[in-house]
């Protein structure tokens, strides 16, 4: 079957077969048999063609449009938690403990860490003082996307009240040089704790608690990334944020 699209093109721009062979370095006859016969050339031979004609490869050999394989597991997921439940309250601990740079905490409240953990703000201070850069997060409790967020758990007004009890553990730690408050009236589609290129993600989930939802352990290895994708989920809820002031 002749190749209409290629014949064409070739003929549009005054290509003979001859001349474009010798600008992809294949025999004449190879061209020939390209728009004559219809057989498509190897994949590297056929982007050269279609940058010297001009055209799109895949409109010239549609048959090279090829679905990119799909990766069974991407290589920063670490582990995978069927719910944060399942995640313990020691593994965050161990997560900041470990950052030299920076810690991010993207939640709307999140209040099972200090109440598992009672000496996280003295954790985050330690951190700071040792050169981190600690910015938190925290759903701003009059926000109507808070109150959404509220009935989707179906909690009623719990989700306001655990974003003012956020706030209030948190409140301590206004002044500390090195840590930074915010609140955010966002929807929020994952709660993210990261500490330099190790991340928690958690999932959230319409009608469940986001105790119940999953949980993703990810590890930074590559520009453009799944970590570099929350990366920037956090930047830019945290520059729509408020700054909570101290006093």
């Not at 206004?174 to 929020?188: A, D, F, K, P």
Request: aromatic share 8%; hydrophobic share 40%.
């Amino acid at each position: 079957m002749r190749n209409e699209r290629l014949r064409a093109a070739m003929t549009s721009g005054g290509w003979t077969h001859e001349e474009l062979a010798k600008k992809t370095g294949v025999d004449p006859k190879s061209v020939e048999r390209w728009v004559n016969l219809g057989r498509v050339p190897r994949r590297k031979t056929a982007f050269e063609a279609a940058e010297v004609l001009g055209e799109d490869v895949h409109a010239l050999w549609p048959a090279l449009r090829q679905a990119r394989p799909a990766r069974a597991v991407s290589p920063e997921l670490v582990a995978l938690y069927e719910q944060r439940a399942n995640l313990p309250v020691s593994a965050y601990v161990d997560l900041f403990t470990q950052a030299r740079k920076c810690i991010d905490v993207l939640v709307y409240a999140a209040v099972f860490l200090h109440e598992a953990y009672p000496r996280l703000n003295d954790l985050l201070s330690e951190r700071a003082g040792a050169g981190c850069q600690i910015r938190i997060i925290l759903g701003d409790a009059d926000s109507e996307n808070i109150r959404q967020r509220g009935k989707e758990e179906r909690f009623g007004h719990g989700i306001e009240s655990r974003c003012r009890l956020a706030a209030l553990h948190y409140r301590p730690l206004l002044g500390t040089q090195g840590i930074e408050l915010r609140t955010h009236g966002t929807t929020l589609y994952n709660s993210i704790y990261r500490a330099d290129g190790e991340m928690f993600v958690n999932a959230h989930v319409f009608g469940v608690n986001a105790y119940g939802a999953p949980v993703w352990h990810l590890r930074r290895t590559t520009d453009g990334g799944m970590f570099d994708t929350y990366a920037d989920s956090f930047n830019a809820v945290w520059e729509s944020g408020t700054p909570v002031e101290k006093g």
